[in-house]
């Protein structure tokens, strides 16, 4: 019903003019040695309540520190690594530095870290799940603090795989996020075959909210429709006090965006932590 209005998908606007397939030949070349060399590191951006502010923990987005070039956006980093087999190469490394990096800052505390997985990550296959337990033990990170942000496109492309890897996923712990909530097709169908804890509701719904009352109406029955299915609501492209605090009033449970805080290389975000 009210899902088969396409709002379209924002994350479109800021991307860069030209598109990722301008990548010359020695581009992926020049990716696999950033991610032997460390060029390739998560920032992350904070996540917080929306009742009182708190934070709950951090998303994990990619960068690729080019000493030619500069700081290179996630947009251009991952269909570079999804064409070129790179891609789950790029996941374990962001997996490893975002894990290390909360365990070695945050080792007492819930806090949690979410971690995006690509459509075209290697999901279905046994090793998936036994690197990620590994993982997190030698962490001494409970797999509860690792978020696992999925697209419903990623559901989509090994449906039968997907889903008992999913269910384990679960059942061991790991917490599944569906991002950008509300833009894919087929979105309830996926909620309410694949065992999510949170919704991640797409930036487009939540950047209109103020001003456009059909956002409005599709961000208050997402929310409401996760909170009967016993999920949490995640508002993403909070930019302003005033988008935050209809959230709040709305009973959303948390909030991320440029407003709280942007994504932060990890000393800054550390210094973000202690400044609050
Ligand atoms: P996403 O997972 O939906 O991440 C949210 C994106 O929105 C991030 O862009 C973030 O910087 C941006 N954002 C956060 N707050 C605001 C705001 O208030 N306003 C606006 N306009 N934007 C905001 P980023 O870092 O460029 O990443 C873009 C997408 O690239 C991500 O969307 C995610 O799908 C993908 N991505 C990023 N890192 C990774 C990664 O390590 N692995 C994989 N597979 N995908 C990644
Ligand atoms: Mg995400
Ligand atoms: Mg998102
Ligand atoms: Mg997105």
């Given at each position: 019903?009210?899902l ?23 581009c ?14 998560p ?5 917080v ?18 000493p030619?070039?500069g700081v290179?956006?996630?947009?251009r980093?991952i ?11 790029l996941?374990?490394?962001?997996l490893e530095?975002s894990?290390?990096w ?8 819930d806090l949690h ?12 296959t046994?090793?998936?799940m ?5 993982l ?16 419903e ?18 059942m ?15 979105t ?10 949170e919704?991640?509701l797409?930036r487009s ?18 929310v ?37 805080a ?10 973000w932590?202690?400044?609050?």
């Amino acid at each position: 019903l009210l899902l088969s209005v396409d709002m379209g998908d924002a994350s479109t606007v800021d991307r860069p003019a030209q598109s990722p397939a301008h990548a010359a030949n020695g581009c992926a070349a020049a990716l696999r040695d950033a991610l032997a060399n460390n060029e390739v590191r998560p920032w992350f951006q904070p996540k917080v309540a929306c009742a009182d502010g708190r934070l709950v923990g951090f998303e994990a987005l990619v960068r690729w520190h080019d000493p030619v070039r500069g700081v290179q956006p996630a947009d251009r980093i991952i269909p570079l690594a999804e064409d070129n087999g790179l891609i789950d190469t790029l996941t374990w490394s962001m997996l490893e530095q975002s894990l290390a990096w909360l365990s070695g800052n945050f080792p007492d505390s819930d806090l949690h870290m979410a971690v995006n997985l690509s459509a075209r990550s290697s999901l279905s296959t046994n090793t998936f799940m036994s690197g990620l337990v590994a993982l997190c033990e030698r962490h001494g990170v409970p797999p509860a603090r690792l978020a696992l942000e999925l697209t419903e496109s990623h559901a989509m492309v090994d449906e039968r795989g997907s889903l008992s890897q999913l269910t384990r996923l679960r059942m061991r712990g790991f917490r599944l996020a569906i991002d950008d909530f509300g833009t894919g097709f087929s979105t309830l169908q996926q909620l309410l075959r694949l065992p999510f804890s949170e919704i991640k509701l797409d930036r487009s719904f939540v950047l209109q909210s103020t001003h456009d009352p059909a956002s409005r109406a599709v961000i208050e029955s997402l929310v409401e429709l996760g909170h009967k299915l016993d999920l949490g609501c995640t508002a993403e492209g909070v930019e302003d006090q005033r988008t935050l605090d209809y959230l709040r009033e709305l009973g959303c449970d948390h909030a991320q965006g440029y407003h709280i805080a942007r994504p932060m290389p990890g000393d800054e975000a550390l210094a973000w932590v202690a400044a609050r």
